[in-house]
């Protein structure tokens, strides 16, 4: 029986011997192979993600250069009545070229929604009108569109305007105050009839839910108008004492910026203070403790000392 046992552990011993002698002819023979596999796979993934990302960005780019190209040929349309379909506008506008799309905004919502999905989720009683964004294919046709600026449409004057806005005349705009929430564009044009022609009317309103704020700007064609349209200032409209004075938004603009400039250099300075108070306060409350601890000390041994002596001069 030892003699079998012997044999047998014997062969065991060789077949582990042969097994791993073939999984090092193997990994000699296939190593590299496999090495350099996973190699290729990790490159082919980092080379997927590197076109991944440049992909990413070329379409970032493109759709910013898109965006420029589009905003230059849209044209704003103000002031139009909320029965008003896109079929029905495309049909004034198609005279100065071809349209891409016709989109409203500017809804009056309902209180409790954040978005208009329906008809029935605006507001008609707070505001009639909506704004609309035209696209045309060139800009050319966008620049020709402008001329149906102050012109009658639908029973009120619609303003027309570039997507971008950057044609701001100050010298020919006034600025209004001191009026209802509830006055509407036409009723101001009435106002300023006898003082000019007049380009556009601008009521400054909420967000979401398109109340007025009580103050707006009036656009004319001549400088004239303005002086004409200031002598009118403290005249009641609407029940009010409306207030006119000539439009310095950017003068506004910079000396709102100047100010808050100065209220941070203050904080900043008072910041300090309190910081340099609090240091000291701090300093000396330490500087208190070490010397009542170090007086104390001092007066206790000293005590001590003298008890001491006079002990033994008694003895």
Same mark, same amino acid.
Request: proline share 1%; hydrophobic share 25%; net charge positive.
């Given at each position: ?38 190699? !290729?796979? &990790? @490159? /082919? %993934?980092?080379?997927? =993600? ?9 379409? *970032? ?85 402008? !001329?149906? &600026? @102050? /012109? %009658?449409?639908?029973? =009120? ?9 950057? *044609? ?89 910026? /100047? %100010? ?56």
């Amino acid at each position: 029986m030892d003699k079998l046992r012997s044999a047998f552990n014997k062969k065991s011993t060789k077949t582990e011997k042969r097994k791993t002698d073939y999984l090092s002819l193997n990994k000699q023979i296939f190593g590299n192979k496999d090495q350099e596999k996973e190699q !290729e796979d &990790n @490159s /082919k %993934k980092g080379s997927k =993600k590197k076109q991944n990302k440049t992909k990413k960005k070329k379409r *970032n780019n493109k759709n910013a250069v898109s965006n420029k190209d589009r905003e230059v040929r849209t044209v704003f349309v103000g002031n139009v009545p909320i029965e008003v379909k896109p079929a029905q506008l495309r049909q004034h506008f198609t005279q100065f070229g071809e349209i891409e799309s016709i989109r409203f905004r500017s809804f009056a919502q309902k209180e409790g929604k954040k978005k208009v999905r329906n008809q029935k989720d605006i507001n008609k009683e707070v505001l009639d009108i909506q704004n609309a964004y035209i696209v045309f294919k060139t800009q050319e046709q966008a620049r020709r569109a402008l !001329e149906m &600026n @102050s /012109k %009658k449409l639908f029973g =009120k004057h619609i303003r027309v305007d570039n997507a971008t806005r950057n *044609n701001k005349d100050e010298k020919f705009t006034i600025f209004i105050g001191n009026i209802p929430f509830d006055t509407k564009e036409e009723s101001v044009r009435l106002f300023f009839k006898e003082c000019g022609k007049i380009e556009y009317v601008r009521l400054i309103r909420e967000k979401f839910s398109r109340k007025g704020k009580g103050i707006g700007y009036v656009k004319f064609k001549k400088k004239k108008s303005v002086r004409f349209a200031t002598g009118l200032n403290g005249e009641f409209f609407q029940g009010r004492k409306i207030r006119i004075t000539k439009s310095n938004h950017q003068k506004s603009q910079q000396a709102i910026n /100047k %100010k808050k400039k100065k209220r941070e250099r203050q904080n900043e300075r008072n910041k300090l203070k309190k910081e340099r108070k609090y240091l000291d306060k701090r300093n000396e409350k330490r500087n208190k403790r070490k010397r009542s601890f170090n007086g104390s000390k001092k007066s206790s041994n000293n005590s001590f000392k003298k008890k001491r002596t006079n002990k033994k001069k008694n003895k």
